[in-house]
């Protein structure tokens, strides 16, 4: 059922014995760390839709409120007929994109890509349902996965959209190789639309990471209970605790998930024993805040020439359209 609605990239979703390399090597160094792509197994992409409800998550809404305001004039400055939007998840902002380019009435083909399957699946059916005259093509793959797919799939009026600020979770040096990538995946006159959260106050920010219902901690301890199915592991999530904190010198916020005991945990299928000693802590997730104005210089310099840039009336939310 699912290949035929879903494209599937490879296989590294099944729990196979030579994935995981990235687990193991966060897990070996020290400070231990963990790519935030593994939040989202099923479960973590429905917590992931509660966070972006929450009263203290301001992301979300800001950026749908900025997207209310000019995703027509984004559907008409693009002109195009290929939106691919990386990260998908539920697509509910991205519908607001959606109903511009159906208003322009062109043949049109959607390519939602997510790494979990369930929410793309789902997705994908809803999707085709509300605009039937559309083509929806999910992917499901990493960042990496899909971008090498696309850049051998080139297509003459393609946007790529990348929302939500998920570039944050980039390192200064992975984003400069993702940038690079992404420009290899357009051709000269496609566009690319990224949403990016700014600088603001401290308090705004640790308060968005750390909610008073406990979601964003259930997301957070949830990376745990997906190691475990996906690597026959052991980790005890009782024993951790979460953290976000706002690193001002990094303009960062970093999740961590703090272990209380000296213990081992193991992940079978990875033939992996992990120690930890009372207080040391898993790295799980940054979420960097951006300057604008470095921001644009960065994108001109791969080459993504920026176009126009929209923000919502508390400088708190961004959203640059670059054109290759
Ligand atoms: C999906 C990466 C944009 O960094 O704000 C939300 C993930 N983590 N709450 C973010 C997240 C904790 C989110 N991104």
């Known amino acids: 059922m699912l290949p035929q609605l879903v494209k599937i990239l490879n296989d590294s979703y099944q729990a196979v014995k030579n994935d995981g390399q990235d687990v193991i090597a966060g897990l070996t160094k020290n400070p231990k760390t963990l790519p935030?792509?593994?939040?989202?197994?099923?479960?973590?992409?429905?917590?992931?839709?509660?966070?972006?409800?929450l009263p203290e998550y301001?992301?979300?809404?800001?950026?749908?409120?900025?997207?209310?305001?000019?995703?027509?004039?984004?559907?008409?400055?693009?002109?195009?007929?290929?939106?691919?939007e990386l990260g998908s998840g539920s697509s509910t902002k991205t519908r607001l994109l959606l109903d511009a380019y159906q208003k322009i009435g062109n043949s049109f083909t959607y390519i939602p890509t997510d790494v979990s399957g369930g929410?793309?699946?789902?997705?994908?059916?809803?999707?085709?349902?509300k605009y039937p005259y559309f083509s929806i093509q999910g992917l499901l793959g990493t960042y990496e996965e899909t971008l090498a797919y696309l850049e051998s799939t080139p297509a003459p009026t393609r946007t790529i959209c990348?929302?939500?600020?998920?570039?944050?979770?980039?390192?200064?040096?992975?984003?400069?190789?993702?940038?690079?990538?992404?420009?290899r995946s357009l051709q000269p006159g496609n566009y690319f639309l990224l949403g990016i959260d700014l600088h603001k106050p401290k308090e705004i920010l640790e308060s968005a990471y750390n909610d008073a219902?406990?979601?964003?901690?259930?997301?957070?301890?949830?990376?745990?209970?997906?190691?475990?199915?996906?690597f026959q592991g052991n980790f005890d999530l009782n024993l951790f605790s979460h953290q976000a904190i706002y690193n001002q010198a990094e303009s960062q916020i970093e999740m961590r998930l703090y272990c209380q005991e000296n213990v081992?945990?193991?992940?079978?299928?990875?033939?992996?024993?992990?120690?930890?000693?009372?207080?040391?802590?898993?790295?799980?997730?940054?979420?960097?805040?951006?300057?604008?104005?470095?921001?644009?210089?960065?994108l001109e310099a791969k080459g993504l020439k920026v176009k126009k840039v929209w923000i919502d009336p508390k400088k708190w939310f961004g959203l640059i359209l670059c054109q290759a």
Request: aromatic share 12%; hydrophobic share 35%; glycine share 6%.
């Open 264 to 298: 081992t945990f193991s992940l079978e299928n990875l033939d992996l024993k992990v120690n930890f000693q009372a207080g040391e802590n898993i790295l799980t997730e940054i979420s960097r805040k951006f300057d604008l104005g470095i921001l644009q210089t960065k």
């Open 213 to 230: 219902q406990g979601i964003t901690a259930a997301f957070n301890l949830n990376m745990l209970s997906h190691l475990n199915w996906r």
């Open 162 to 183: 990348f929302l939500g600020s998920s570039a944050g979770n980039f390192s200064p040096e992975k984003f400069d190789h993702f940038l690079t990538q992404i420009a």
């Open 119 to 129: 929410i793309l699946k789902t997705s994908v059916l809803e999707l085709q349902e």
């Open 58 to 84: 301001y992301p979300t809404r800001t950026e749908t409120s900025i997207l209310e305001k000019c995703a027509d004039e984004i559907a008409e400055l693009t002109g195009s007929k290929e939106l691919v």
């Open 36 to 53: 935030p792509k593994y939040f989202y197994d099923d479960y973590g992409s429905e917590l992931f839709e509660q966070i972006c409800e």
